[in-house]
């Protein structure tokens, strides 16, 4: 039970348990001992299942999420597990404040939180109470994010937001370009887009923006979408989250869900909440091959893990705790896939790889809901599931529980180079220090392999001078094969990951789609576009360089 040198780093500062001074009195195999205890106590048997599940996340086969770690079983903080909250905000200034109020709490346990302000009146409108104007949803979204910078995450991170605007809504052109300037820093931004839309914009037909039943403007939905892809363009807001493939997928129908968490993994019904584990995968690759074995036993213990969690826990707010334990959603996923296709000898852009990954994903789903029928006759069902699309022939502990998130801090804690599904970042890139000078940052999976195949270091140092080991020479071509970061893989070939994993997701798959600097708008338009014909939940793209105080690879930049 031992972590690498960075991994503790991560360890120490995010989730190690402290002192009054701030003094780390807590090793990880005792944080390991303190999940695996607290996810035991709604057990008959809690020895053997503390047994089970130290040995399953102490091996770091699965990994939980950032808020279980900081939070659960420590005798100094409410054990709240939740990564991933929904808030449904009213056209009041009592729902307003009121939220911001709960978001305060949200972001205090750990938590970010996802908002469709599509029910807020446009700025401008009447207030009818003061006969004055309303200042409508960008301004709102202004307030939140100064408060998100007030309130650090449990001292752990900042909170994380997504801000949602349906397409109809008459402030859309306003929320399309409010992050143009750099502003909202703490807010992630994505127009809630559907079906009607798509098809106004394939026949060139007008589209209207309208609140209450009363239309305020016609505009040419080719109009409006331009204006989205050059925003996406120019700074990487907005992302768009396709609302009509969402409701699709809708566990309780009956339920609204026109929103997802700030990364976009996880759609949830206003007041819901949502916590997160992940496999592993860098473990189940063992000489080339994947131990299945292995695989089922991990999902299998992480999903009764995840699920007793939400008994034990103790969510801020008495609404998001009803909520949640209604449904039971768990979003359990992976990272490390980069490392697995590698140790697999599979390239992230081929068909190979892209079934693999399917694959992966369709059996890590089939045992999970495996496991949650299993549940559900030892303990019951979910209790919406008489309203549930399973009803009545197949019981269910939860009602989803595949979700791939970002898995920003638990891979670097686990020691994977992928984060998520997402490929490795680049082969090698010179970091620029005041204090160091220059040094090359390798990966060490690619150092591996090439100083397997006597690479020489003149043909290292050209390769972290480039950022890429593509088309240089003296790299093995099958090595170049393999060995690709996120800018050398075409736009289209991510996304066609996604959708590889997203078919055997039950909430959705939190990805980026890289883009180099000179990608067009044009660039953007297809990949959008060709996100919602494959089906996928949402999308969002980046393109280098466009945000400020991102890491870009390749020489000269840090
Ligand atoms: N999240 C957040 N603030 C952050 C990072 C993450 O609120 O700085 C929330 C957000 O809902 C995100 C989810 O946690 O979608 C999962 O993020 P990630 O997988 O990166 O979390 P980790 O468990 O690795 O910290």
Redesign the pocket.
């Known amino acids: 039970m031992q972590l690498s040198a960075n991994g503790q780093k991560v360890f120490d500062a995010r989730y190690a348990g402290k002192d009054e001074n701030g003094q780390i009195n807590e090793t990880f195999p005792q944080a390991v001992h303190r999940l695996a205890t607290t996810a035991s106590i709604v057990e008959q048997d809690q020895h053997y299942w503390t047994t089970k599940f130290t040995d399953v996340i102490g091996n770091l086969l699965f990994v939980p999420?950032?808020?279980i770690w900081a939070n659960v079983g420590k005798t100094d903080r409410p054990w709240q597990p939740g990564?991933?909250?929904v808030l449904a905000v009213e056209d009041s200034l009592h729902s307003m404040y009121d939220v911001l109020h709960q978001t305060a709490m949200i972001?205090k346990s750990?938590?970010?939180?996802?908002y469709n302000f599509s029910s807020i009146r446009p700025k401008g409108d009447l207030v009818h109470s003061t006969k004055g104007q309303a200042s409508g949803v960008v301004e709102l979204i202004r307030l939140y994010n100064a408060s998100a910078n007030m309130v650090m995450?449990g001292g752990v991170?900042?909170?994380?937001s997504l801000g949602i605007l349906n397409i109809d809504h008459p402030e859309i052109k306003d929320f399309i370009n409010a992050k143009l300037n750099g502003d909202l820093t703490n807010f992630n931004l994505s127009v809630g887009v559907i079906d009607a839309f798509m098809d106004a914009l394939n026949q060139g037909a007008a589209w209207e923006l309208k609140f209450n039943g009363k239309v305020y403007e016609t505009i040419a939905a080719t109009e409006l979408w331009d204006m989205l892809i050059w925003a996406a363009h120019a700074c990487g807001d907005p992302g768009i989250i396709f609302l009509d493939q969402i409701q699709r997928a809708n566990p309780v129908p009956g339920k609204v869900m026109n929103a997802t968490?700030?990364?976009?993994?996880?759609p949830l019904y206003p007041g819901e909440s949502c916590l997160?584990g992940?496999v592993n995968l860098a473990k189940m690759v063992k000489a080339g091959a994947v131990d299945w074995d292995l695989l089922r036993d991990t999902v299998s213990l992480a999903v009764k893990f995840l699920d007793n969690l939400i008994d034990v826990a103790e969510y801020p707010l008495p609404l998001v705790d009803q909520n949640t334990k209604s449904t039971r959603k768990i979003g359990l996923g992976f990272t490390g896939l980069a490392d697995a296709l590698i140790m697999a000898n599979l390239a992230y852009d081929s068909p190979e790889g892209r079934s693999f990954a399917g694959e992966l994903t369709r059996f890590i789903q089939q045992t999970a809901h495996e496991t949650s029928r299993e549940l559900a006759e030892e303990k019951g069902c979910f209790p919406d599931w008489e309203n549930s699309i399973y009803y009545p022939h197949e019981k269910r502990r939860n009602a989803a529980c595949i979700t791939i998130?970002?898995?920003?801090?638990?891979?670097a804690m686990a020691g994977c180079e992928g984060y998520?599904v997402e490929p490795i970042f680049a082969v090698a890139y010179t970091k620029q220090t005041k204090v160091a000078g220059d040094f090359e940052v390798f990966s060490p999976l690619f150092l591996e392999a090439c100083q397997r195949r006597g690479v020489t270091a003149d043909v290292l140092t050209e390769v972290a001078q480039r950022g890429t080991c593509q088309g240089v020479t003296g790299i093995p071509r099958d090595i170049q094969q393999i060995f690709k970061g996120a800018q050398d893989i075409a736009p289209r070939d991510h996304i066609k990951m996604q959708v590889a994993v997203q078919k055997n997701t039950d909430n959705a798959v939190?990805k980026t789609i890289n883009l180099p600097n000179s990608a067009t708008v044009n660039d953007i338009d297809k990949s959008y576009r060709l996100a919602y014909q494959l089906g996928l939940k949402g999308i969002t793209v980046f393109r280098d360089g466009c945000k400020e105080g991102v890491i870009t690879v390749g020489e000269g930049k840090p």
């Open positions: 999420s950032t808020p990564a991933c909250f972001f750990g938590g970010g939180t996802g995450q991170r900042r909170g994380a968490n700030p990364c976009g993994e996880q997160l992940s998130a970002p898995t920003g801090s638990v891979t998520g939190s």
